[in-house]
Nanobody, 123 residues
Framework: QVQLIETGGGSVQTGGSLRLSCTASGGTFSSAGMGWFRQVPGKEREFVATINRSGSITYYGDFVKGRFIISRENAKNMVYLEMAGMKPEDTAVYYC????????????????WGQGTQVTVSS
């Protein structure tokens, strides 16, 4: 059973940066594809980014447009989401997720989810 804990959320002004971290425990982290999703109340959860086991392959949601970077450190069981050029529409709860089948933009492919961390971008 993999447990995921997100940290690093908070408030930032438009154009600012934040780095989210996700710590994994209880499973074989290095064999899982990892992803970040986000959700605004009343809306569906949205794909943000995913990364494969080795970190050599990444994929992003269309809205990212080069502003975010996903990375991982298998030795530390950590995955990160570095966000820059942030906009008010990036305000959401951000979730870390693990997929034993590998990286995916589809949330149904993910087996484990964190509790989420709130990100608020003010104008």
């Amino acid at each position: 059973q993999v447990q995921l804990i997100e940290t690093g959320g908070g408030s930032v002004q438009t154009g600012g940066s934040l780095r989210l971290s996700c710590t994994a425990s209880g499973g074989t982290f290095s064999s899982a594809g990892m992803g970040w999703f986000r959700q605004v109340p009343g809306k569906e959860r949205e794909f943000v980014a995913t990364i494969n086991r080795s970190g050599s392959i990444t994929y992003y949601g269309d809205f990212v447009k080069g502003r975010f970077i996903i990375s991982r450190e298998n030795a530390k069981n950590m995955v990160y989401l570095e966000m820059a050029g942030m906009k008010p529409e990036d305000t959401a709860v951000y979730y870390c997720a693990a997929a034993t089948s590998g990286p995916s933009s589809r949330q149904t492919m993910y087996n484990y989810w964190g509790q989420g961390t709130q990100v608020t971008v003010s104008s």
